[in-house]
Structure formats: structure tokens, C-alpha cells
């Protein structure tokens, strides 16, 4: 398995654009998750699916932020309009549905807002 | 609230040291305590992983162990190597079973290894 694959690797874009970042789990993975890092809140939960169903999405910060599932093998983080602050690296990660077992994330997505 | 604390916020080591990077945390209800390298510009990749049961875990130099009374972890790094500078996370997962769980993170510790 080739792991978990996000696109693009690196966005640039003006605000007020909309932006999609794209995430492939790995094959099986149950659950997904969408992370945020940046160096001074380090990595933030955004929103996790669980069976393509989200589960929590507390940690998206404003309207703006959206993410769905369309089915079990991707998932799409979409942020309309873009803002400079949204500037960071969005990280995705996949485990299977046992809670024991470890997540893997992908190379992320570093996104730069100007 | 859920929180995950990390200390020291960064360290310098000589290559070939040991060390220890610790981790407090107030989860509920715990699941498990993962410790993850991530090395610059890289996703985070798991070290270990330990249930409520379990108090040590190691894997090759790193060992990691797990007070669940005193809701402490800790991660030794044995001798050292220059690879092992990165950012070491704690992650506690906060969780229902068949739910996938939520992972909390700490802001992680800054390692730095210097020949």
C-alpha cells in the first residue's frame, strides 16, 4: 500500500480564492482525520470521519473550512474564501477502527496564502 | 478539557546521549498514548503505541512508558544519533471503540543532536 496520499503537495493562492486539498486513506482505514500545524499551535484536530461519517468537527475554525467523504477512499478539505492566516501545513491521517492501532499520515499539504 | 503537555519544549544533545522527553496529559476517557517522530517537513510517523495495561514499550532505542495513574508518559532515546533530531509528539486518543477515536496532541519537544 502506498500509504496515505494527499494532493497537492504545496498550494499557493491569493485570498478569497477557495482552495481543496485531497486525501487518499489507506485501503480498509475506517477512520480519517484532517490536522492543521503550524509553528505556534502546533497540530490542530480539525475534523474527523468515522465510517465516512463525521464525527467530530469542532477544531474547524470558521464556515469558511468544510470537509467531506464521499465514500471510504476520499475526502476533500475545502476552504472558501481563503485567508493568509490559513496559511499551514493540513496534515491527513488514516487508521483502521480498532482504537489500538496506530494512524499514519501522509506527507501533507503545505498551503500558502498570500 | 482535554490537554496533552510536553517538556522540555526543545533540548540539545551530544550524539550518543541519552534522553528523556516527557508527557502529561488529561484525557478522557484514554484510550492509548502514542509517541510520534516527525522529522522536518515530513508527516508524523508513529515510535508506540500503549494501551491502559501496558507500562513500557520499546522500539529499538526508543522506549517509551505509561503511568495511567498519574497520567504521565515518557520517551528515552538511548544513544543517541544525529537522525533522531525531530520533533517528538505525544498523542493520547480520546475515544469510543467503534468510533475511531480523537487524537490529542502535545506541541511536541524540539530534539536536537549535535556531533
Known amino acids: 500500500d502506498a500509504g496515505v496520499i494527499q494532493s497537492p503537495r504545496h498550494e499557493v493562492t491569493e485570498m478569497g480564492q477557495e482552495v481543496t486539498l485531497r486525501c487518499k486513506p489507506i485501503?480498509?482505514?475506517?477512520?480519517l482525520f484532517w490536522y492543521r500545524q503550524t509553528m505556534m499551535r502546533g497540530l490542530e484536530l480539525l475534523i474527523y470521519?468515522?465510517?465516512?461519517?463525521?464525527?467530530?468537527d469542532s477544531g474547524m475554525p470558521e464556515d469558511r473550512f468544510s470537509a467531506k467523504m464521499p465514500n471510504a477512499s476520499f475526502s476533500t478539505l475545502k476552504i472558501q474564501p481563503s485567508e493568509p492566516r490559513d496559511s499551514a501545513v493540513y496534515f491527513c491521517?488514516?487508521?483502521?477502527?480498532?482504537?489500538?492501532?496506530?494512524?499514519?499520515f501522509g506527507q501533507g499539504t503545505r498551503l500558502t496564502v498570500v | 478539557k482535554n490537554q496533552v503537555e510536553q517538556s522540555p519544549q526543545s533540548l540539545i544533545i551530544l550524539e550518543g546521549k541519552n534522553c528523556t522527553l516527557q508527557?502529561?496529559?488529561?484525557?478522557?476517557?484514554?484510550?492509548?498514548l502514542r509517541w510520534y517522530k516527525q522529522d522536518t517537513g515530513r508527516g508524523p510517523v508513529s515510535l508506540t503505541i500503549m494501551t491502559f495495561s501496558e507500562n513500557t514499550k520499546s522500539n529499538g532505542r526508543y522506549t517509551a512508558t505509561l503511568d495511567a495513574d498519574t497520567k504521565q508518559s515518557s520517551l528515552h532515546i538511548t544513544a543517541s544519533q544525529l537522525s533522531d533530531s525531530a520533533s517528538y509528539i505525544c498523542?493520547?486518543?480520546?475515544?469510543?471503540?467503534?468510533?475511531?477515536?480523537?487524537?490529542?496532541f502535545g506541541q511536541g519537544t524540539e530534539l536536537s543532536v549535535k556531533p
Open positions: 485501503s480498509g482505514h475506517n477512520s
Open positions: 491521517a488514516s487508521s483502521s477502527q480498532n482504537l489500538n492501532t496506530e494512524a499514519f
Open positions: 508527557c502529561n496529559y488529561t484525557v478522557s476517557p484514554f484510550s492509548n
Open positions: 470521519f468515522n465510517n465516512n461519517v463525521p464525527i467530530d
Open positions: 498523542v493520547v486518543s480520546a475515544g469510543i471503540y467503534n468510533q475511531g477515536g480523537k487524537l490529542i
